[in-house]
């Protein structure tokens, strides 16, 4: 009996070893973060690795997780500045960066930051009218961060930020907003397309105008072409009568020009009297045949007076 008692102690004092190296050694995961009380007491935080302590004087009282950590926040009711209740729910991201006082500095800080989150978004809610609320998300979200942060310092905790997952108005607000939206897109349906009609009338005008502007510029390109040409038609038929007389005057200065002279006038002059004596259904005949001799007499004297000028 001695013997056996005497084989069994090596194994009790192993198994003792073993349970106080157990107890001794602490392997820490990566971001995590222990707090280690020592007789009841904070002692210090064990970082992630291998760790030592004491055995029965040590414990390990706090276990934190140090990564992003997102915190569903429960759905509520708020009241809008225009007393509009209004179902917001939203989630919130917090990360652990003081473990000592994550542990100590509130009871449990998440139900910690579940509650000043819900009050705090009900309180900047209330200072909002319904429609701002669903313009102002960002607005929300950040003050609703800044008062968490502030607060949650003490409890060790870094809160980064928080989205606003849904806004649900009442069924009776929801129906109305959809009115009203119906109704604003058919005033902007309206005036788009009184605005095109608008346009389209102005473009008539313009082009009208332009018609208007380009058929005158051709009228009076047109005119203006027209009076030149017959300004040039009767430049050219001076012309070309100042030259018939020229060269007239220049025939009658020659030998026989003044016989040629007469004899012209009298053509002109018989011709002239057939032609008005054809006219209508009465023959004319001079009153006396000696006046005929008489005007081709008289004009051969202008002639010859001209000549001698």
């Known amino acids: 009996m001695e013997v056996f008692q005497l084989g069994l102690l090596p194994l009790i004092i192993l198994i003792a070893a073993i349970v106080l190296i157990a107890r001794g050694v602490k392997i820490v995961p990566q971001q995590h973060a222990w707090v280690l009380e020592r007789l009841g007491r904070y002692h210090a935080t064990l970082t992630p690795g291998l760790s030592i302590v004491v055995p029965f004087v040590d414990r390990v009282a706090y276990k934190h997780i140090l990564k992003e950590i997102p915190l569903d926040v429960p759905s509520q009711v708020c009241i809008t500045k225009d007393n509009t209740q209004l179902q917001v729910d939203g989630v919130l991201y917090f990360q652990v960066t003081d473990p000592m006082k994550a542990s100590y500095g509130s009871s ?57 997952k849904d806004l649900t108005p009442p069924k009776e607000i929801l129906h109305a907003m959809q009115a009203q939206i119906t109704a604003e897109r058919e005033k902007r349906a309206l005036i788009a397309a009184s605005e095109g009609k608008r346009q389209e009338q102005i473009n008539l005008a313009s082009g009208a105008r332009e018609a208007a502007i380009q058929k005158s510029e051709g009228e009076r390109q047109a005119a203006i072409n027209k009076a030149q040409g017959e300004a040039a038609a009767i430049l050219a038929v001076a012309e070309a009568n100042a030259q018939a007389i ?7 200065r020659l030998e026989g020009g003044m016989e040629a002279v007469n004899l012209k006038v009298a053509e002109e002059y018989v011709t002239a009297f057939g032609n008005l004596a054809k006219q209508g259904n009465t023959l004319i005949v001079p009153g006396n045949l000696g006046e005929m001799s008489g005007m081709i007499a008289s004009a051969l004297q202008i002639v010859k007076g001209q000549k001698a000028a």
């Open 246 to 252: 020229q060269k007239i005057g220049q025939a009658i």
């Open 108 to 164: 449990n800080f998440v139900v910690a930051i579940t509650q000043l989150s819900q009050t705090t978004l009900r309180s900047v809610i209330g200072k909002l009218e319904l429609d701002k609320t669903f313009e102002e998300r960002e607005f929300i979200n950040h003050s609703v961060v800044n008062a968490l942060d502030e607060a949650a310092a003490n409890w060790g905790v870094k809160v980064l930020r928080y989205e606003i």
